[in-house]
């Protein structure tokens, strides 16, 4: 494909004003940060799904045989493994996110997969299973009919229930000690933990916090708020702030996805790909005699990453290509910030 340096040159000063049109945005800090002491809890378990209809796991499985003569002397029926020969049982592995705050009776999702040689968990029953959390307690029990993506492509042998979870007991989440709250940034970076810190100290007068590194910021209850720390948090999160951008460059090969951090720069360098060159300078340069140097585009030294990829896309070059020309600049020492493969 063959482009005119002219309409180049316009592109890329639309994609600047445009990147000037459109500043970082003001964010909640519950958006980029959560309290220590509030998290997720994972549960699992051991189960047995049935009415498989012949695609459960095989007769001579042991695991299947001693799980159901447990499962059978439970209800009082004694038989040998010898005798079990069911191929539509399948022993599984049933897991849950346990959500914060969660109250007994609530009901929660949970997946199912198979531990054996079952070829099939589709229309299969999970009876009552106990699911526990690493300290070996029962936090929850589940039961229900597993459904399977009907997608062709999908493993038929994971599947989920949808609110297929029961919860039987609370978890409780401390997240307030001694009157100190901690907020912990998702992404941390001393930027953002600053910006954050100057939030609260603007709305709240004379709080006392420490920032403690990049992720941690550690607040104080004041006196006069220690009785609703709810409403006090609730306050807290709700702030605003603009939060430091991405210098990353983020790269799934597979897919062609190209994320781009807006503080990434490109120093100065040419790049050249058959008979495309794009030199990245100090000045622009353009001549009206368009043999003298075909193909070449010259961009300023303060572009950004996203600047050289509409460039490099105008010229008519491919993902796969654009993304080995980021890593060929990356490794001249060009690209100012991070690159990260997938």
Same mark, same amino acid.
């Given at each position: %494909?063959?482009?005119?340096?002219?309409?180049?040159?316009?592109?890329?000063?639309?994609?600047? /004003?445009?990147?000037?049109?459109f500043p970082v945005p003001q964010v909640r800090i519950k958006d980029i940060a959560y309290l220590s002491g509030i998290r997720e809890n994972q549960l699992s378990g051991i189960g047995l799904v049935t009415g498989l209809a012949g695609k459960g796991d095989s007769q001579g499985s042991e695991l299947l045989k001693g799980t159901l003569a447990n499962l059978l002397s439970n209800f009082g029926i004694e038989l040998s493994?010898?005798?079990?020969?069911?191929?539509?049982?399948?022993?599984?592995?049933?897991? %849950?996110?346990?959500p914060p705050f969660i109250h007994p009776g609530d009901r929660v999702d949970v997946t199912v997969s198979s531990i054996g040689d079952a070829r099939s968990?589709?229309?299969?029953?999970?009876?009552?299973?106990?699911?526990?959390? /690493?300290?070996?307690?029962?936090?929850?029990n589940?039961?229900?009919?597993?459904?399977?993506?009907?997608?062709?492509?999908?493993?038929?042998?994971?599947?989920?229930?949808?609110?297929?979870?029961f919860i039987e007991r609370e978890v409780v989440s401390t997240y307030e000690q001694n009157?100190?709250?901690?907020?912990?940034?998702?992404?941390?970076?001393?930027?953002?933990?600053? /910006?954050? /810190?100057?939030?609260?100290?603007?709305?709240?007068?004379?709080?006392?916090?420490?920032?403690?590194d990049a992720a941690i910021i550690e607040v104080t209850v004041p006196e006069a708020r220690r009785d609703d720390i709810v409403g006090f948090?609730?306050? %807290?999160?709700?702030?605003?702030?603009?939060?430091?951008?991405?210098?990353?460059?983020?790269?799934?090969?597979?897919?062609g996805v190209i994320i781009i951090g807006e503080k990434v720069k490109i120093g100065k360098v040419a790049v050249s790909y058959r008979d495309v060159n794009v030199t990245v300078n100090s000045s622009y340069y353009y001549t009206d005699d368009e043999n003298e140097y075909p193909d070449t585009f010259v961009i300023e030294d303060t572009a950004t990453v996203n600047d050289l990829i509409d460039v490099l896309r105008a010229a008519g070059l491919k993902a796969d290509v654009i993304i080995g020309i980021l890593q060929a600049i990356q490794r001249a020492g060009a690209l100012y910030g991070s690159l990260i493969i997938m």
């Open positions: %494909m063959k482009c005119k340096k002219g309409f180049l040159f316009l592109c890329i000063l639309f994609f600047i /004003a445009a990147g000037q049109l493994t010898s005798d079990i020969k069911s191929k539509n049982c399948a022993v599984v592995m049933v897991s %849950m996110e346990l968990l589709e229309e299969g029953i999970l009876l009552q299973t106990n699911l526990k959390a /690493a300290n070996n307690r029962v936090y929850a589940a039961q229900g009919k597993v459904l399977v993506s009907p997608s062709s492509k999908s493993a038929k042998t994971v599947g989920t229930i949808p609110g297929g979870g009157g100190i709250i901690r907020i912990v940034l998702r992404h941390p970076d001393f930027v953002t933990a600053t /910006a954050v /810190a100057e939030a609260i100290k603007t709305k709240f007068d004379q709080i006392k916090l420490e920032t403690k948090i609730a306050d %807290m999160e709700s702030l605003t702030l603009t939060p430091d951008v991405s210098g990353k460059v983020v790269i799934n090969p597979n897919t």
